[in-house]
């Protein structure tokens, strides 16, 4: 399964962006996805997730009332709309599918199978 991520760029504090995760494959509409960001000399982080469903959803406590995670498994995407960005939200921003993870695993940010090749968000102040 290959991933696509897109909707990257500069923007400035306060203001909002929509990434984008694609696949021509029908498959992501069967498992969880989540949206990762890794900044220069930190830890990649889970920023958020949802269930092959939408039923579920997960945020990490940083952007939590600010991010906001969809899917459409009709056009086998998943969005990230971020508002109210703020400078440290600047990272590259990927995306991964977890094919054999339960949803503990999904938001503990572990086992996940297939990734995109991610997107740079820069947030200036």
């Known amino acids: 399964v290959q991933l696509q991520a897109s909707g990257g760029g500069l923007v400035q504090a306060g203001g909002s962006l929509r990434l984008s995760c694609r696949t021509s494959?029908?498959?992501?509409?069967?498992?969880?996805t989540g949206w990762f960001r890794q900044a220069p000399g930190k830890e990649r982080e889970l920023v958020a997730a949802i269930s092959w469903s939408g039923s579920s959803t997960f945020y990490a406590t940083a952007v939590k009332g600010r991010f906001a995670i969809s899917r459409d498994n009709a056009e086998n995407t998943v969005d990230l709309q971020m508002n109210t960005l703020k400078p440290e939200d600047t990272a590259v921003y990927l995306c991964a599918a977890s094919t054999r993870g339960s949803w503990t695993t999904v938001v503990a940010g572990k086992l996940y199978d297939y990734w995109g090749q991610g997107t740079l968000v820069t947030v200036s102040s």
């Open positions: 494959e029908r498959t992501i509409s069967n498992y969880a």
